[in-house]
């Protein structure tokens, strides 16, 4: 296990700590605008003497009232009723995004915090990835229906457009992390670091930090907009104009939003520039030439054993199973039979156990494999220490592969 | 032989599957040398088979079950309607004569095998070297095969299995057969039936390849000729038989 020590702690790059900085300055900035907005709405209410949220008809007890409330903030009852193609795409949108948000647990929790609670973060996983597909689906349905009826009321100044764009472009992003295998163990390692403040490594991958970059930036700029706010008014869009005396009316202040521009900028445009540098440095991983994966694998770049092993245990499938390559090397056996954990019996754990070498990771990024359903995740070290092969040694860059003779 | 009409086509897919590129990622292959690595007669017209003597297979004898079943860890449940049978003792009776054979079938690894034309998504299929497999990474266990079969040699997993061989992954939800212990035959070894067969001392079981004219398999079939199991259906099987 020494060689896979994935925790040796490297030095902090400028772009780790330019990252941190940012998430901080912009957790602080959204808390702070949570916080004085939560104020705001409650001294509303107080002055008023009256929630802004539709109660009737409901019966007139507490619990009616309450569940009147409820079915309003959960379901968005009156823009059912009111507007039925805006609580489609408006339900698409917010069902979505509390599915993706549950499902981004997993980046800032760890089992160990919440015990048992840990199955439902590893239950929401496929639906989250779904949520992530309604998400931007109901918000652009949503936006390109307001720009059809020309009803702008509900979209009076630019933050609010600005961010409901974010919204739609960061799960777009997102999906491309997913499909180029982002190391996501080494972003969970960041993200619980800076919960922790125990800060370790952001991975340099450019669409990693184009989707971090844009989260920041919402998150900055969600205080600033309607948005933000949770409670829905009859056919308006949330509480208007919290921020000024009426909708809009804040953002014809030109010299408020020049100063908040340059604020932003200031914030945002540091960790641009290094996140820049950084990938242009490191070029577009994988870069490096990778030579053995199965011989020696650990002395190379461990992160691409990390984001490509499911590929690699599907080709070999496909070199073992369908073209009849030798079945004694290179399969997941192999792999199962050197990484085995022997547990206090003396004999290797099983993949339910916390030590197993799988296990471990795939319960603490809440990623679910059924491996295991057919192959054996218990195999002694000594019965299967097979002999190494170097056949899928030629791992390189594409451009460097094609056109160059047969080994 | 209706073998040697495919070894043209077999030749030309031989000669793709030479130099194989696996995208694992945008920018990054998998490049493989398939062919000069792989065992001897894998990409080659190769066809393995079995040949059984009935007349030298004894009723009494389970030697070749319970070797397949130690081989893969076929655990049994007291339950036969859905206990795991890759290979069993078929006996058959002349009524005229009285005349009684005891003989093992398992999956007959047919040249045109039907689990394989059933299989809707592609997880039945057959080897360069005419095993016939299932890939349980695609096998969505609708048991068509099973129903499709003729020789009643497949197997639908009912169990949760645990603790597999290395060498053969098996697991609930998928169907499965008789690999002709294809894990050996890769190492250069012979199934364990055969095997098991052979060190009983019946020798009523010989394996080898049906396309090389010099293997004992091929002189023994061409010289004794053998029978294929319901060879109405035209599946040309794999495992022959002798005394029938």
Not at chain 1, 54 to 80: C, M, Q
Not at chain 1, 340 to 346: C, E, I
Request: charged share 20%.
């Amino acid at each position: 296990m020494d060689e896979f020590d994935l925790n040796a702690p490297p030095p902090l790059s400028a772009l780790t700590i330019a990252f941190a900085t940012l998430f901080y300055v912009a957790a602080a900035i959204l808390l702070l605008g949570l916080f004085v907005q939560t104020v705001r709405m409650v001294y509303r209410v107080a002055r008023s003497g009256r929630i802004d949220v539709p109660e009737t008809p409901a019966d007139a007890s507490l619990a009616g009232r309450a569940v009147r409330l409820a079915s309003e903030v959960f379901l968005l009852r009156s823009t059912f009723f009111s507007d039925r193609w805006a609580w489609i795409f408006g339900a698409a949108f917010h069902f979505g995004l509390f599915l993706v948000l549950a499902r981004h647990l997993r980046y800032f929790i760890e089992p160990a915090w919440i015990g048992p609670l840990w199955k439902v973060v590893v239950l929401v996983q496929p639906f989250g990835f779904y949520g992530g597909i309604a998400l931007p689906l109901g918000a652009g349905a949503w936006w390109i229906r307001q720009a059809w009826l020309r009803d702008h009321r509900l979209l009076d100044s630019r933050v609010d457009r600005v961010v409901l764009a974010l919204l739609i472009a960061i799960p777009l992003v997102g999906y491309v992390n997913n499909y180029i295998h982002t190391d996501i163990v080494a972003v969970k390692a960041f993200m619980v670091g800076l919960l922790t403040f125990d800060w370790k490594p952001l991975p340099s991958d450019p669409v990693l930090l184009l989707h971090l970059w844009l989260v920041a930036l919402l998150m900055i700029l969600l205080p600033f907009s309607r948005l933000l706010l949770l409670i829905p008014l009859g056919r308006m869009l949330h509480v208007p104009g919290l921020l000024g005396g009426g909708p809009g009316s804040w953002r014809r202040k030109s010299n408020v939003v020049w100063a908040a521009a340059v604020l932003l900028l200031a914030m945002l445009g540091p960790p641009a520039v290094i996140a820049a540098a950084q990938v242009v440095k490191d070029g577009i991983r994988p870069a490096p030439g990778f030579a053995g994966l199965v011989a020696g694998h650990s002395t190379e770049d461990s992160t691409v054993m990390i984001r490509f092993h499911p590929k690699f245990l599907l080709s070999f499938r496909t070199m073992v199973v369908h073209h009849g390559e030798q079945t004694t090397s290179d399969n997941i056996e192999r792999c199962v039979s050197c990484h085995a954990v022997n547990g206090a019996d003396g004999t290797p754990v099983g993949y339910n156990d916390p030590q197993h070498f799988c296990g471990s990771c795939h319960f603490r990024n809440a990623v679910t494999i059924d491996c295991f359903e057919c192959h054996n995740s218990r195999i002694p070290k000594q019965e299967a220490t097979l002999p190494s092969t170097t056949r899928f040694a030629a791992l390189r860059p594409r451009a460097s592969t094609e056109g160059s003779a047969r080994p | 032989m209706t073998e040697t009409s495919d070894a043209s086509r077999r030749g030309f897919l031989a000669g793709a599957a030479a130099f194989t590129l696996v995208t694992l990622a945008p920018g990054v292959t998998l490049r493989v040398a398939a062919q000069e690595t792989t065992p001897a007669g894998k990409t080659r017209a190769v066809r393995w088979g079995i040949l059984i003597d009935a007349g030298a297979c004894s009723p009494d004898c389970n030697a070749c079950v319970d070797a397949c079943a130690t081989e893969f860890g076929l655990a049994r449940h007291d339950r036969p309607q859905s206990d795991p049978q890759w290979i069993r003792k078929v006996t058959v009776t002349d009524p005229d004569s009285g005349n009684s054979k005891s003989f093992p079938v398992m999956c007959q690894h047919c040249e045109h095998p039907p689990c394989v034309d059933v299989c809707p998504t592609g997880a039945s299929f057959k080897r360069a070297d005419g095993i016939v497999l299932v890939d349980r990474h695609i096998c969505i266990g609708c048991r068509y095969c099973i129903m499709a079969c003729p020789y009643e040699a497949r197997n639908f997993v009912h169990e949760d299995i645990v603790d597999q061989k290395p060498y053969a992954p098996r697991g609930k939800g998928t169907a499965e057969a008789c690999t002709m212990c294809v894990h050996r035959v890769d190492e250069g070894r012979t199934p364990a039936c055969v095997d098991a067969c052979a060190g009983t001392g019946h020798k009523a079981m010989l394996f080898g390849d049906l396309n090389d004219p010099d293997s004992e398999i091929s002189k023994r079939v061409a010289t004794f000729g053998a029978t294929r199991l319901r060879a109405d259906l035209r599946t040309n099987p794999g495992v022959r038989y002798q005394g029938l």
